[in-house]
């Protein structure tokens, strides 16, 4: 068991962590002692009555992260949120200059955020549960690459000019995928931008090993980060490729312990929970 100030000394960047996977791995981090900076930014994506989501999934999106800043604080933790767009391509820079205003260098990052959009390469309106789907578009491609592989190196690039050029020895970098071996049916972009994120995290594994970096890519299994219906739960169940619906603080316990001191010889992998 890890010791619950295991991490006290480390500074922590989440981004997507106004809610689900993010926010609940932020306290993760918190909880042990690192100091976390969260990056969100409120989705105001068009009301899509095919969703058919339950009540309040929305609205956790939309919110801003003041709620999850406050019960780190509560607890006893230090946390400190800022609303950016990681599609904007000064983004990176302006985050790592405000985490290090707030705590000093930063050791871990956490890739956790995401853009997604259900688009195919078939001719329909609507996706095999009902929601409204889009053709693969310059569009598409652009908005899902831009959060999901873009900004993803960019931090890790990031991430790294600055530990290098203060001759730091110790870092984690972790990001989180979807998607399976065959693509991503009708989330064609989503998934592809995913697996160009493992390629950055497996490149950076290698090329920061001398400097004490690990990074691996945390692959969740179906995770109720407020989005799970019963038609959910009855595909998991009948599926051969999942076994249950996992709760965010238990990817975010995983997440914690990848940049523990005990993970310091896992890199390099792709780490599918089942």
Not at 5 to 28: D, E, P, Q, Y
Not at 69 to 92: H, N, Q
Not at 129 to 154: E, K, M
Not at 222 to 234: A, F, K, L
Request: glycine letters at 8%; charged letters at 20%.
């Amino acid at each position: 068991m890890q010791n619950e100030r295991s991490l006290a000394g480390h500074v922590a960047i989440v981004t997507g962590a106004n809610h689900g996977i993010g926010a609940a791995t932020a306290a993760a981090l918190a909880s042990r002692g690192a100091a976390v900076f969260l990056t969100y930014l409120r989705s105001r994506e068009p009301a899509d009555p095919g969703r058919n989501l339950p009540p309040g999934y929305d609205d956790a999106r939309g919110a801003d992260a003041g709620a999850v800043v406050a019960g780190i604080d509560a607890a006893g933790g230090r946390a400190v949120a800022l609303e950016t767009d990681l599609a904007a391509a000064d983004a990176p820079a302006l985050i790592f200059d405000a985490a290090e205003e707030a705590f000093g260098p930063v050791d871990i990052l956490i890739n956790n955020a995401s853009c997604w959009v259900a688009d195919s390469f078939r001719p329909a309106e609507h996706d095999r549960i009902g929601r409204r789907l889009a053709g693969v578009s310059p569009a598409t491609l652009d908005q899902v690459f831009a959060v999901d592989a873009r900004a993803a190196a960019l931090m890790i690039a990031e991430f790294a000019r600055r530990h290098i050029a203060r001759g730091a020895s110790w870092g984690r970098i972790v990001g989180l995928s979807s998607g399976g071996p065959l693509g991503f049916p009708e989330e064609v972009s989503y998934g592809a931008a995913k697996s160009a994120q493992e390629d950055f995290t497996m490149s950076a594994a290698l090329e920061l090993a001398d400097h004490g970096v690990t990074a691996n890519v945390v692959h969740p299994p179906v995770t109720d980060t407020g989005w799970i219906t019963p038609e959910v739960e009855r595909f998991v169940h009948e599926s051969e490729d999942h076994f249950h619906v996992a709760d965010p603080a238990q990817v975010a316990r995983v997440i914690a312990y990848l940049v523990s001191d005990e993970a310091a010889l896992i890199t390099a992998n792709v780490i599918r929970l089942r």
